[in-house]
């Protein structure tokens, strides 16, 4: 009996404890990152507050991954409007097992959210000026990207709620 009752009570827990760490983290991280923090290419935001618009690009080593931030420019508009990314330096990202760590680029813009019930449409691509060598964790011949856009603009409409 009691094993049925906490079966019973463990999703209500759950949640309990998804709807608290949402909103916390809701009101204490406005930060969209572009494309994967946008589903459906669109998301809601606290109305007013600083927003932090992020999007990057990550690669299996660091030295392709300097290489390819030498080489690029991230080129964000919000409404239409070109705004300037600030460029980070190469930071690693570890996965759980070893030896295929990866490393990122990103860019990333502080604004402030649109009102209740206003809109902003951001987009961000990535412009390279020549082209890359990406070593895929080291296996086989280096991919070359080319230069020039990477890909078609991500959009992404952000709404103040």
């Known amino acids: 009996m009691r094993a049925k009752s906490l079966r ?3 999703p209500v827990f759950g949640l309990l404890a998804f709807v608290l760490l949402s909103t916390v983290a809701y009101a204490d991280d406005p930060t969209v990152r ?3 923090g946008c589903p459906g290419r669109s998301v809601a935001v606290p109305a007013g507050s600083s927003l932090t618009l992020v999007s ?4 299996a080593t660091r030295g392709n991954t300097q290489a390819f931030a030498n080489a690029a420019t991230g080129v964000m508009t919000i409404n239409g409007q070109p ?3 600030v460029q980070s330096e190469v930071f690693p990202i ?3 097992t070893e030896p295929f760590d990866a490393w990122r680029v990103q860019w990333s813009f502080t604004t402030t959210a649109p009102g ?6 951001v987009t961000f691509t990535i412009v390279l000026a020549r082209g890359v060598a990406d070593h895929e964790f080291g296996i086989g011949q280096p991919a070359i990207i080319p230069a020039g856009q990477l890909f078609p603009p991500f959009t992404c409409t952000v709404t103040g709620t």
């Not at 990057?56 to 690669?59: K, L, N, P, V």
């Not at 209740?116 to 449409?121: A, D, L, N, P």
């Open 83 to 85: 705004v300037t990314p």
């Open 8 to 10: 019973l009570m463990a």
């Open 116 to 121: 209740v019930g206003q809109s902003m449409v």
């Open 56 to 59: 990057g690009w990550t690669m």
């Open 94 to 96: 570890p996965f759980d």
């Open 34 to 36: 572009i494309p994967g």
